[in-house]
């Protein structure tokens, strides 16, 4: 490709950058996870529009990094193959002179990109990188990289990220604070964390068209899909039975499809990061494998689709709001989320650390009715039992308390109270 073509293009999106004012930037707490002295490159992944290039712009601006930016998400630059890369290089030294870091953006856009990144690796350039599918760390990077990168895991605004953004008192323990810390997650519930979805008034219009881009563009084109109606049908299926078990047969009979065929799709979503799946807790491999229940990334997936029929469970909803909320709070600490399923009870969440259990979590919505509530606390304390864990946790919407039961304290917390606490480092 043309240097002078490339020029103008970097250019704009120079222009495009600056033009953003640090000040109406959102704090997002997975900053404090981007070491830009490292020489690891800074990977960060995440679904489509979770606001990654934000992220990483902001903490190069405030840290007044001497660094040059290209986005590969640019329809003028579909065409570059690996061939192009020094002239890339060219245009960006002519552009923005001497630079020390350098702002990758949606790199896995361009075949052949790890081996640009291990050279500029090699020639001690800082680098940042940000991508929408999680093949951006897997097979070929691995392998030429071979551990020479940091990943920061980004996902939607959460609870307390999108409260700030709304100017939602988050510290005050007025009723009058309460009550409006609870209207805002029921509003979060429906509307999810996408940034853009703040000032949209076509939130409808706007997921449909970021789900179709996602589906064309990050799997079906990537992966060379052969049924493309049968992934989006699928995908539609497993956001609209979200919080379930994940189970190819049923599946392939529903879809028409083999089971492999339906493992691949589901593979495809997940590294997209339109799904996530957590897996039952088990000290044998196998069983953990051949077992996974489906989590949708944001709310808003389930909200704002044609023909979803999942609007109204805000049990479901609270469940995936606090699986997504555990992700990011324990992963970086290179903790593992797990579900536990017996014939008779079941834990929602366990949070476990080199096979200790170290808290176990229930969901539930409302625990008013005395069944619910004798069911979910008798889930806790058999968990308790069978794990050795004490440190139990029931989350709801309204109800907060501590309670003993058969000599184990279980913490009852609302769900905007938990979302809101700090536990990153």
């Known amino acids: ?65 001497n660094f040059a930016y290209a986005n590969f998400d640019d329809d003028r630059l579909a065409k570059l193959t690996t061939e192009d890369f020094d002239t890339v290089l060219d245009a960006l030294y002519q552009l923005y002179g001497d630079f020390q870091y350098l702002f990758l953006d949606e790199m896995q856009n361009i075949g052949g990109w790890q081996l640009f990144v291990n050279r500029m690796l090699r020639q001690n350039v800082h680098l940042v990188i940000t991508g929408s599918n999680a093949k951006l760390l897997s097979g070929e990077l691995t392998t030429h990289l071979t551990g020479r990168y940091h990943k920061i895991e980004l996902y939607p605004f959460s609870f307390a990220e999108m409260a700030r953004m709304k100017n939602i008192n988050l510290t005050s323990l007025s009723v009058k604070a309460t009550a409006l810390r609870k209207k805002a997650l029921n509003e979060y519930l429906l509307e999810g964390g996408f940034p853009e979805l703040v000032n949209e008034s076509d939130k409808q219009g706007y997921v449909e068209a970021l789900l179709d881009s996602i589906i064309r563009n990050d799997i079906a084109q990537r992966f060379r899909v052969r049924y493309v109606e049968v992934l989006r049908r699928l995908a539609s299926y497993l956001m609209d039975n979200f919080c379930q078990e994940y189970s190819a047969k049923e599946l392939s009979a529903v879809f028409g499809v083999s089971d492999h065929t339906i493992d691949n799709y589901y593979g495809y979503l997940k590294e997209a990061f339109l799904l996530m799946g957590i897996h039952k807790f088990s000290y044998k491999s196998k069983e953990r494998i051949l077992n996974e229940k489906v989590y949708v990334v944001d709310p808003a997936f389930v909200t704002d689709r044609t023909e979803t029929v999942s609007t109204t ?64 606390l008798n889930a806790l304390i058999k968990a308790s039992d069978k794990f050795h864990c004490t440190d139990l946790l029931l989350i709801t919407m309204d109800d907060n308390e501590q309670l003993t039961v058969k000599g184990r304290t279980i913490n009852v917390m609302p769900a905007a109270e938990w979302l809101v606490e700090r536990h990153y480092t």
């Open 313 to 376: 469970n805000l049990g479901w909803r609270l469940e995936n709001v606090v699986f997504i909320e555990l992700l990011r709070r324990n992963r970086p600490l290179h903790k593992d989320i797990f579900y536990y399923r017996d014939r008779q009870w079941e834990v929602d969440f366990m949070v476990v650390k080199d096979g200790t259990v170290e808290q176990l979590i229930q969901v539930s919505y409302d625990i008013s009715n005395e069944k619910t509530r004798k069911r979910e």
């Open 1 to 65: 490709m043309d240097v002078r073509k490339l020029i103008t293009v970097f250019s704009d999106q120079k222009d495009e950058l600056e033009s953003n004012e640090l000040s109406t930037l959102c704090d997002r707490l997975e900053e404090g996870q981007l070491t830009l002295n490292s020489n690891l490159a800074q990977v960060v992944i995440g679904v489509r529009r979770s606001g990654k290039s934000t992220l990483c712009e902001k903490v190069l601006r405030q840290s007044h990094a």
